[in-house]
């Protein structure tokens, strides 16, 4: 008699980590998610739109949230939510999977990957792997966002990238609940905290930025968002090669090509 079929899934690669959460506290990533060009080019262009959300911790709701917003732009969505932790695994929602998996995604071939507050967590000697088995995965055309948080949302980073590698950096955040844009600094990703020194491109964007944020604080008069763009207007005459996006008048968000803050590797 034979016994049932063995159905082989990859090991997951990864290391279960600090399940912190909050309801909303991606709200800006899925806000740019849905305004960025290529992210929604890519996911209009895609015959199966699976995206998944890497290392969701011990709730779900930031993948609900991100589901509910991607299935505006797109409706026919699949969206799988991933952890290693097997014990955060919870039944499926309102048509949103819950798997365990990790960098190797389970084996998904996904268009998209959202990965928030997952590799903040390791050394920063895993990134380029951890990057690489993702990149690995993607469908063709596809794209991960690699990003880290505050608590509640209001300070944001994160690096957008293809199969080929980083291809961009966005800063996003509350301009009410800052000082000065370097206040960011704090939720670099992994591949860059290290990174803002002097000398180093990271390190002169902040500064620059703070330089433009205080010379724009003549606008605080309108609002901290028209403050915002006062100082993006500042950066690029100056020559900051900042990305343009469709209208996103709630969040205060920096983009620039990942060329722009790529670390430089020449020893000083
Ligand atoms: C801090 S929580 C982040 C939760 C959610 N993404 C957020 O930003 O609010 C990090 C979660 O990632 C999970 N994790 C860590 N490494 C992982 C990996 N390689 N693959 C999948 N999940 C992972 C941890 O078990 C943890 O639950």
């Known amino acids: 008699m034979s016994g049932s079929p063995t159905i082989t899934r990859p090991r997951p690669v ?11 506290r991606l709200r800006r990533a899925d806000r740019w998610l849905v305004h960025s060009p290529r992210v929604l080019a890519a996911l209009a262009s895609a015959a199966d739109p699976l995206v998944v959300d890497l290392g969701y911790g011990r709730l779900p709701v930031t993948t609900l949230e991100l589901a509910a917003r991607l299935r505006v732009v797109r ?19 309102d048509g949103v999977q819950f798997r365990v998996g990790g960098f190797e995604l ?20 895993s990134v380029a792997e ?19 948080c505050d608590e509640l949302g209001r300070r944001a980073c994160w690096v957008l990238l ?16 800052i ?48 403050r915002w763009r006062a100082m993006l207007a500042e950066l690029r005459a100056a020559g900051i090669p900042l990305a343009t996006t469709r ?22």
């Open 75 to 93: 409706p026919d969505i699949t969206v799988v939510g991933l952890e290693i932790d097997p014990q955060r695994i919870v039944p499926d929602v």
């Open 106 to 125: 389970a084996g998904l071939r996904p268009m998209l990957v959202r990965a928030f507050n997952v590799l903040r967590q390791y050394p920063v000697e």
């Open 179 to 226: 000082d000065r844009p370097s206040d960011l600094a704090e939720r670099l990703p992994k591949v860059l905290i290290h990174h803002n020194v002097p000398g180093q491109p990271i390190h002169s964007l902040l500064s620059a930025a703070d330089r433009a944020w205080a010379a724009s604080a003549g606008q605080s008069v309108f609002g901290p968002r028209h």
């Open 247 to 268: 209208r996103n008048e709630r969040d205060a968000i920096l983009t620039v090509p990942w060329a722009a803050v790529a670390p430089d590797a020449t020893p000083g």
């Open 130 to 148: 951890a990057w690489a088995v993702m990149q690995d995965r993607l469908a063709p055309g596809g794209l991960i966002v690699d990003g880290t």
């Open 162 to 177: 293809d199969r080929d590698g980083p291809v961009s950096l966005t800063l996003a955040c509350d301009p009410r609940h």
């Open 14 to 24: 990864g290391i279960p980590t600090r399940g912190t959460t909050n309801a909303n």
